[in-house]
T-cell receptor
Framework: DTAVSQTPKYLVTQMGNDKSIKCEQNLGHDTMYWYKQDSKKFLKIMFSYNNKELIINETVPNRFSPKSPDKAHLNLHINSLELGDSAVYFC????????????FGEGSWLTVV | EDQVTQSPEALRLQEGESSSLNCSYTVSGLRGLFWYRQDPGKGPEFLFTLYSAGEEKEKERLKATLTKKESFLHITAPKPEDSATYLCAVLGGGSNYKLTFGKGTLLTVNP
């Protein structure tokens, strides 16, 4: 069973489009995250949610809007996609926010053309 | 702001040739230091968490150690399947519980 699963794995879209990436975890964790890995492989946090409540919003353009319908799901919606949004987006989860191990999904490869 | 620097950026070893990867960090109040392995096209896979200076953890050919300023990932007698990017990350003592990653070390083990 996949612990943190995200869909789609690959996404190619045109500039200006709106797209969503879905994420689900079956670990019973309270905290979920979205990370972005750019072309230089640098992994940076974008958002984190604890029990559906936003706790980290890391200077991300407001074209990016996370939504957590329940603590097992954290979706990422991106409006008006730009070329610079091309990256790998990783969903992750941890038991709580405080120092617990973070488990990552397999990633969603977004290419904006 | 928390900072993590990993060295070297890339390391090429022969099978059986032991070596170490370095992770230097500056953080206000370390809550945990994490090592992950990332294979091409995959998400980071958790390896170890270290919480305090002097702590050591081992898993197969890997051993992680921690001091107040840095962590080492020692690889003993590596095999080609150990080839991957190894990522180090710290969780600082700030109120936002943000995990800060280094840029990783790309390890290649030749048979």
């Amino acid at each position: 069973d996949t612990a943190v699963s995200q869909t789609p794995k690959y996404l190619v879209t045109q500039m200006g489009n709106d797209k969503s990436i879905k994420c689900e975890q079956n670990l019973g964790h309270d905290t979920m995250y979205w990370y972005k890995q750019d072309s230089k492989k640098f992994l940076k946090i974008m958002f984190s949610y604890n029990n559906k409540e936003l706790i980290i919003n890391e200077t991300v353009p407001n074209r990016f809007s996370p939504k957590s319908p329940d603590k097992a799901h954290l979706n990422l919606h991106i409006n008006s996609l730009e070329l610079g949004d091309s990256a790998v987006y990783f969903c992750a989860s941890s038991q709580t926010v405080a120092g617990n191990t973070i488990y990552f999904g397999e990633g969603s490869w977004l290419t904006v053309v | 702001e928390d900072q993590v620097t990993q060295s070297p950026e890339a390391l090429r070893l022969q099978e059986g040739e032991s070596s170490s990867l370095n992770c230097s960090y500056t953080v206000s109040g370390l809550r945990g230091l994490f090592w992950y392995r990332q294979d091409p096209g995959k998400g980071p896979e958790f390896l170890f968490t270290l919480y305090s200076a002097g702590e050591e953890k081992e898993k197969e050919r890997l051993k992680a150690t921690l001091t107040k300023k840095e962590s080492f990932l020692h690889i003993t007698a590596p095999k080609p399947e150990d080839s991957a990017t190894y990522l180090c990350a710290v969780l600082g003592g700030g109120s936002n519980y943000k995990l800060t990653f280094g840029k990783g070390t790309l390890l290649t083990v030749n048979p």
